[in-house]
């Protein structure tokens, strides 16, 4: 069973640090990968999709990666600022189109 | 951008009451789904529907019930609440565009769940 691990489970860092946010997942049998961010006690707005043949995609100062045969996604965040505080959650589409999610991982960005 | 809407935003009752809770979405999207998120914890699938009249249970068990009579609305009910479905409920969409590998989901603002 497809399994998504991001850690750490929370990070904090000073305002304008460049960081970077893991999520590992089992099974590379995977059609995209979804990056996506969740306010407290709010729905989650999508931030980045990536493809299964695709290594990265960028929007703004968000950059994502993903290496499909090691199981690994990475969400680099350039300049960080207050306002990036939040949860960011990965999931992945399966071959048999069922959606993983990971738990997230909080972040909170210091002024 | 996507626009899906979830009503109401904040629930608390009490237990064995009827509930249900709503979900519109205006892109048209075949696709709907429902999830239960607890603090901290990942998203786990309870129902979801591929169109009109389509209705399928997800991994969590639920002791809810969906139904999909328009594109655009797929409301949840609860019969009975009882305090272990005080939860997140998100509703979200995802359109087909001939290939999974661009599908993209997309989620409502959530309604949160509190039975006394």
């Known amino acids: 069973k497809q399994e998504v691990t991001q850690i750490p489970a929370a990070l904090s860092v000073p305002e304008g640090e460049n960081l970077v946010l893991n999520c590992s997942f089992t099974?590379?049998?995977?059609?995209?990968l979804q990056w996506f961010r969740q306010d407290p006690g709010k729905g989650l707005t999508s931030l980045l999709l990536i493809q299964s043949s695709q290594r990265e995609q960028t929007s703004g100062r968000l950059n994502a990666s993903l290496d499909k045969s090691s199981g690994r996604s990475t969400l680099y965040i350039a300049a960080s600022q207050p306002g990036d505080s939040a949860t960011y959650l990965c999931a992945v589409r399966e071959n048999n189109n069922d959606m993983r999610f990971g738990a997230g991982t909080r972040l909170t960005v210091k002024p | 951008e996507a626009d899906i809407y979830q009503t109401p935003r904040y629930l608390v009752i009490g237990t064995g009451k009827k509930i249900t809770l709503e979900c519109s979405q205006t892109m048209g999207h075949d696709k709907m789904y429902w999830y239960q998120q607890d603090p901290g914890m990942e998203l786990h699938l309870i129902h979801y529907s591929y169109g009109v009249n389509s209705t399928e249970k997800g991994d969590l068990s639920s002791e809810s019930t969906v139904s999909r009579i328009r594109t655009e609305h797929f409301p949840l009910t609860l019969e009975s609440a009882r305090p272990s479905h005080t939860s997140q409920y998100l509703c979200?969409?995802?359109?087909?565009?001939?290939?999974?590998?661009?599908?993209?989901?997309?989620f409502g603002s959530g309604t949160q769940l509190s039975v006394l």
């Open positions: 099974d590379s049998a995977i059609y995209n």
């Open positions: 979200a969409s995802s359109e087909y565009r001939g290939s999974p590998t661009n599908e993209k989901l997309f």
